[in-house]
């Protein structure tokens, strides 16, 4: 069974750079077919896709973020990261990670890790 | 970016009832549209892949149909367990986009 987990702080100041990491247990992020995403979930709203990455380094980013969004894999790992820049208050919110299966959909998702954007 | 328009934004049900929930995108994405259920304070769930396609674990009252723009879940004899958030999203083409979200809640 697959398992993520995202690790990271909790509390960003406005301006700096979210970062976070997603640990995959229980396979491998190297299988064919499998992308690796990034979602995150306002306080009580709906979902946004922020982007994914494929194990060969191949990256699709959401149009709305692309230009402060980071997203890197490192398979040695089994791990891949989310770096947002410049962040404000609007960028406070669950942010999960998942297993993307191409275009069938987010089979295995981590807890998903609150960050907050506050000085 | 394709738009999918998910309705209702919430719904009243009793346990046994069938609820009906619709998504609508703003071009057709073939069969690519995917169900998740959100419990409070948990992450999505994959329900239905493929508009029609049970994952392994979810129960056959569940049922996902639709191609091109329109597509339906149907829940039937709610359980206790099913009051929860569910949303669609479509995998056509990137950006992934998810519907608003409807909160099915006790009648």
């Known amino acids: 069974q697959v398992q993520l987990q995202e690790s990271g702080p909790g509390l960003v100041k406005p301006s700096q750079t979210l970062s976070l990491t997603c640990t995959v247990s229980?396979?491998?992020?190297?299988?064919?077919?499998?992308?690796w995403s990034w979602i995150r979930q306002h306080p009580g709203k709906g979902l946004e896709w922020i982007g994914y990455i494929y194990y060969t380094g191949s990256i699709y980013y959401n149009p709305s973020l692309r230009s402060r969004v980071t997203i890197l894999v490192d398979t040695s790992k089994n791990q891949f990261s989310l770096k947002l820049s410049s962040v404000t208050a609007a960028d406070t919110a669950t942010y999960y990670c998942?297993?993307?299966?191409?275009?069938?959909?987010?089979?295995?998702w981590g807890r998903g890790i609150l960050v907050t954007v506050s000085s | 970016d394709i738009q999918v328009t998910q309705s209702p934004s919430s719904l009243s049900a009793s346990v046994g009832d069938t609820v009906t929930i619709t998504c609508r995108a703003s071009q057709s994405i073939s069969g690519y549209l995917n169900w998740y259920q959100q419990k409070l304070g948990e992450a999505p769930d994959l329900l239905i892949y493929g508009a029609s396609s049970l994952q392994s674990w979810v129960p056959s009252r569940f049922s996902g149909s639709g191609s091109g723009t329109d597509f339906t879940l149907t829940i039937r004899s709610l359980q206790p367990e099913d009051f929860a958030t569910y949303y669609c999203q479509q995998s056509y083409d990137t950006p992934l986009t998810f519907g608003g979200g409807t909160k099915v809640e006790v009648k």
């Open positions: 229980g396979g491998s992020m190297s299988s064919d077919g499998y992308y």
């Open positions: 998942a297993r993307t299966q191409q275009q069938l959909g987010d089979d295995f």
